[in-house]
């Protein structure tokens, strides 16, 4: 996906262009990026979308063909040729994609020109917003799974348009272990896998036929659907005996997929029938609808698949299909400003600020939103702890690395946060000084 500076909305361009013929555009500006309600109804969100929002600010300009297009829109000359020459000159500071976050407390801190805070506003919650929210919702699955089970990333068919291509980048950072997204898996570096569709059992006069020449083609690799017409009667007797067909030869059938039916009822038919033909390392993969309620269902069960294809429940974030973020001016030139409103959870907290972790015998206890002045916990570590500026090279992490810090976040959490049912809110405090400030603010009136 390319961005330019036309990735934005209209009033971004309206203000830039206010401020600009006020001579105000340069003044100096902090902006906070933050969520009030953590998603699908339950305590945390997983923190994902600092290298895409970092290579759209690089990416971020205005050719001739977005000038001209502006100027139609009426825009003036004058803020056209400042806008032609725009680089953007801001600073990012973020926590580590992977980072467990919380409802209320800075997130990302956007600071620099007034202008160019304001025409990367969009950007920022489009990325953000979507890729946390993403990341969020596979690793509410990936909690509820057994050790040994694997989540597969099914749903670029199922995305609402390219969004696709950065969900299963998320989808990766939240716990699936692999994607069908090749594009993705080419530019992010996830592994990238799948079967086979029904169109291919129908292609072929048998399904033996069909699964015969898939294995012959993959034979290392082979997984089979075997619900095209009858799963008990007719696709598991014939994955059986490509199975065992298979084994002769010193290949292996690595699994069968199951893509409907009742799988309470299904799966332990199906495991019997390949346990009892002395298959019983090969896989169980189910797709279908599948979401975290659903995995924790089947398990609970003591009926428990090798593999989940998730799909549209995990790419279009099934049940919570937005993650509200905020991105609130907190500072200009160099003085805290706040939003008032009557409904007080609405209200900003001011001035350049610092997120503090607390944690106790390797156990996080709670974060502290502080004021940036030098304020250093007794123990913790810094949240925020990325710092991009514009021009400089941002250090790219690993998927692999993302999502094994958010697996290391979670085992020091403690489970009734991470629970899907009626999760305990974790602990975010506001220190007296900030608190403080806010009040202040308040009392002063406009």
């Known amino acids: 996906m390319q961005f330019n500076g036309l990735y934005t909305d209209y009033y971004e361009l309206s203000m830039a ?34 290298q895409t929002l970092i290579d759209a600010i690089e990416a971020f300009n205005y050719d001739q063909e977005a000038i001209d297009y502006l100027e139609s829109l009426g825009f003036q000359k004058s803020f056209l040729k400042w806008l032609s020459g725009l680089r953007i000159n801001i600073s990012v500071n973020t926590p580590p994609e992977g980072t467990i976050v919380f409802p209320n407390e800075p997130i990302a801190e956007i600071s620099g020109p007034l202008s160019h805070c304001l025409l990367l506003e969009t950007l920022v919650l489009n990325i953000l917003n979507f890729e946390s929210l993403i990341a969020t919702k596979a690793s ?40 069908s997204n090749v594009i993705s898996g080419m530019i992010h570096g996830h592994p990238v896998g799948g079967t086979h569709a029904h169109a291919w059992i129908q292609s072929f006069t048998s399904a033996i036929d069909a699964f015969r020449t898939f294995a012959k083609t993959y034979p290392d690799s082979t997984i089979l659907l075997v619900d095209t017409y009858d799963t008990l009667k007719s696709g598991i007797p014939n994955a059986i005996k490509v199975g065992l067909e298979m084994k002769r030869t010193g290949h292996q059938l690595q699994g069968v997929r199951l893509d409907s039916g009742e799988f309470k009822k299904l799966i332990p ?77 609405k209200i900003t907290l001011p001035g350049p600020k610092r997120v503090y972790r607390y944690v106790k015998n390797g156990q996080l206890l709670y974060d502290e939103v502080v004021r940036d002045n030098n304020h250093q916990p007794a123990d913790g570590s810094l949240l925020r702890a990325v710092n991009w500026r514009s021009g400089s090279v941002y250090q790219k992490e690993s998927l692999n690395t993302i999502a094994s810090r958010l697996n290391e976040q979670k085992l020091k959490l403690d489970p009734a946060v991470l629970r899907l049912h009626r999760p305990e809110a974790y602990d975010v405090r506001i220190s007296p000084g900030l608190k403080k400030l806010q009040q202040d603010l308040l009392n002063k009136g406009i």
């Open 140 to 179: 509410r699955m990936k909690s509820v799974m057994m050790p040994n089970q694997k989540l597969i990333d099914f749903g670029l068919r199922r995305a609402q348009g390219f969004a696709g291509f950065h969900a299963s980048r998320a989808a990766a950072i939240g716990g699936c272990d692999s994607s």
């Open 17 to 50: 262009q206010a401020f600009f013929l006020e001579g105000r555009h340069q003044e100096s500006a902090v902006f906070d990026y933050y969520f009030r309600k953590a998603p699908f109804e339950g305590s945390y969100a997983v923190f994902a979308g600092t």
């Open 269 to 345: 038919l199906v495991r019997k029938q390949l346990d009892e033909a002395g298959l019983s390392d090969v896989s169980i993969v189910i797709s279908d609808n599948i979401d975290e309620f659903k995995i924790e269902e089947l398990n609970k069960a003591d009926v428990r698949p090798d593999v989940f294809g998730v799909g549209t429940r995990l790419i279009t974030a099934y049940g919570g299909p937005a993650l509200n973020g905020v991105y609130k001016m907190s500072s200009l030139k160099g003085k805290p400003v706040i939003k008032r409103s009557d409904d007080s959870s």
